[in-house]
């Protein structure tokens, strides 16, 4: 009874945390799932968006106005990960890294701006200081200030809005772009310039999602970008592997992302619940990643051998 009643109450925390991470898996989505390009860059934008929306808050500037700021820096970020791609034809998990490696310097320097050294770790913001747009104090109130609630707002409208621009002309020219390259090309699209395009989108998205997390947790951290590509792909392939049949619709797939992050934290808060050690995060994330890779090759095998066997027989 003990554990149901330590389990129910980190329900709210465990979903909150989901759904910030849902915003990030958006972004890994375009370029993972549309772009095909694994993209390490999230590492680095998601601290990037954190630290950019702690100081400017710090500094005087309203919650709205940090966390466009916050999604601008992961744009620039994603832009120069494009630009290593496909101006410098660097390999793009190369280029991700080299960016990643670059934001880990930017990001210090940015957390220390204002102090003796120039560059800082960790940046701490009061939610009785400022006036934050979500804290994981209120989680479990039953008011208009808990962070779920203005959580489904920000989620509901960043879908809407990804879905939108992927039925526009140029948001068309980006889904061919991964779809096809050569046959994208063959119809004038500039494949380079979508490259980028994605790839601004996609770490803008993952700041936003930094940015949330540092109001929600109350501080920024060198560290806490570290893995997020490895999170947010799980998210997708939990959302891909258990809806991938009642979400046809590309709003909806967009969609099973975030249900897919709501759900590894729920699975990570269980497991933890009943005693793991949380030095072994790290070892669960990539053992319910490469379990939820194995299960569409493992079902396509079965299916098939399953399907030679019927043929056999007849």
């Given at each position: 009874?003990?554990?149901?009643?330590?389990?129910?109450?980190?329900?709210?925390?465990a979903v909150t945390q989901g759904m910030i991470w849902g915003i990030m898996a958006i972004?890994?989505?375009?370029?993972?799932?549309?772009?095909?390009?694994?993209?390490?860059?999230?590492?680095?934008?998601?601290?990037?968006?954190?630290?950019?929306?702690?100081?400017?808050?710090?500094?005087?500037?309203?919650?709205?106005?940090?966390?466009?700021?916050?999604?601008?820096?992961?744009?620039?970020?994603?832009?120069?990960?494009?630009?290593?791609?496909?101006?410098?034809?660097?390999?793009?998990i190369l280029a991700g890294i080299l960016t990643q490696l670059a934001l880990y310097s930017?990001?210090?320097?940015?957390?220390?701006?204002?102090?003796?050294?120039?560059?800082?770790?960790?940046?701490?913001?009061?939610?009785?200081?400022?006036?934050?747009?979500?804290?994981?104090?209120?989680?479990?109130?039953?008011?208009?200030?808990?962070?779920?609630?203005?959580?489904?707002?920000?989620?509901?409208?960043?879908?809407?809005?990804?879905?939108?621009?992927?039925?526009?002309?140029?948001?068309?020219?980006?889904?061919?772009?991964?779809?096809?390259?050569?046959?994208?090309?063959?119809?004038?699209?500039?494949?380079?310039?979508?490259?980028?395009?994605?790839?601004?989108i996609s770490n803008g998205l993952v700041a936003l999602s930094g940015a949330l997390l540092?109001?929600?947790?109350?501080?920024?951290?060198?560290?806490?970008?570290?893995?997020?590509?490895?999170?947010?792909?799980?998210?997708?392939?939990?959302?891909?592997?258990?809806?991938?049949?009642?979400?046809?619709?590309?709003?909806?797939?967009?969609?099973?992302?975030?249900?897919?992050?709501?759900?590894?934290?729920?699975?990570?808060?269980?497991?933890?619940?009943?005693?793991?050690?949380?030095?072994?995060?790290?070892?669960?994330?990539?053992?319910?990643?490469?379990?939820?890779?194995?299960?569409?090759?493992?079902?396509?095998?079965?299916?098939?051998?399953?399907?030679?066997?019927?043929?056999?027989?007849?």
């Open positions: 009874m003990t554990f149901i009643t330590s389990l129910l109450n980190a329900m709210p925390g972004g890994v989505y375009i370029t993972y799932k549309i772009l095909d390009i694994a993209d390490l860059t999230v590492d680095g934008s998601l601290c990037t968006g954190g630290a950019v929306c702690v100081i400017m808050m710090l500094n005087g500037y309203s919650a709205g106005i940090a966390l466009l700021c916050a999604f601008a820096a992961g744009l620039l970020a994603g832009l120069i990960t494009g630009l290593f791609h496909t101006a410098c034809g660097i390999p793009a930017i990001n210090l320097h940015i957390m220390g701006i204002g102090t003796d050294n120039g560059s800082k770790s960790n940046l701490p913001i009061s939610v009785d200081k400022y006036n934050l747009l979500l804290s994981s104090r209120y989680v479990r109130e039953l008011s208009l200030r808990n962070p779920i609630l203005v959580l489904v707002v920000f989620v509901v409208v960043v879908i809407l809005l990804v879905y939108w621009f992927f039925g526009t002309e140029l948001g068309c020219s980006l889904r061919a772009t991964g779809a096809n390259g050569n046959m994208a090309r063959a119809q004038g699209i500039n494949t380079n310039s979508t490259k980028v395009l994605g790839l601004m540092a109001q929600y947790q109350g501080f920024s951290d060198i560290n806490m970008g570290r893995g997020a590509i490895v999170i947010g792909l799980a998210a997708v392939i939990i959302g891909e592997v258990i809806f991938s049949r009642i979400f046809r619709n590309f709003a909806l797939q967009l969609t099973a992302g975030v249900i897919g992050a709501v759900i590894y934290y729920i699975v990570i808060q269980f497991v933890l619940k009943l005693g793991l050690s949380t030095d072994d995060l790290k070892l669960l994330t990539a053992v319910v990643v490469a379990v939820f890779l194995a299960i569409p090759y493992l079902k396509g095998r079965y299916q098939s051998r399953r399907k030679k066997e019927v043929t056999d027989h007849v």
